[in-house]
Nanobody, 124 residues
Framework: QVQLVESGGGLVQAGGSLRLSCAAS????????MAWFRQAPGKEREFVVG???????YNPDSAKGRFTISRDNAANTVSLQMNSLKPEDTAIYYC??????????????????WGQGTQVTVSS
């Protein structure tokens, strides 16, 4: 049984930092690209940042310079370091796994497994 379990969410003031973690089990972790998505109330789930099987990072412009993803294949974990947080970063953050050989999938539809999500709230 595949499980992705996120942790580290919470309430932070604008300009602050948070570190999210995702622990994976039940899957060959090193064979999966991993990504973080987020979903704010009334909005679609959106790609935040991803990391390929080979460790290449994929950061949209909105995340560059603020969000950094990393993975530890020995520990089956992926982390998201978020700095300079803004109120518009408030959302539920989800960890996702995609069994893709190369590159990164940006659409939520392309992912095979999801965590339950962790709430991030940034106050102004």
């Amino acid at each position: 049984q595949v499980q992705l379990v996120e942790s580290g969410g919470g309430l932070v003031q604008a300009g602050g930092s948070l570190r999210l973690s995702c622990a994976a089990s039940g899957l060959p972790f090193s064979k999966f690209a991993m990504a973080w998505f987020r979903q704010a109330p009334g909005k679609e789930r959106e790609f935040v940042v991803g990391i390929s099987r080979r460790g290449n990072q994929y950061n949209p412009d909105s995340a560059k310079g603020r969000f950094t993803i990393s993975r530890d294949n020995a520990a089956n974990t992926v982390s998201l370091q978020m700095n300079s947080l803004k109120p518009e970063d408030t959302a539920i953050y989800y960890c996702a796994a995609d069994q893709v050989d190369y590159g990164m999938t940006y659409s939520a539809d392309g992912y095979d497994y999801w965590g339950q999500g962790t709430q991030v709230t940034v106050s102004s």
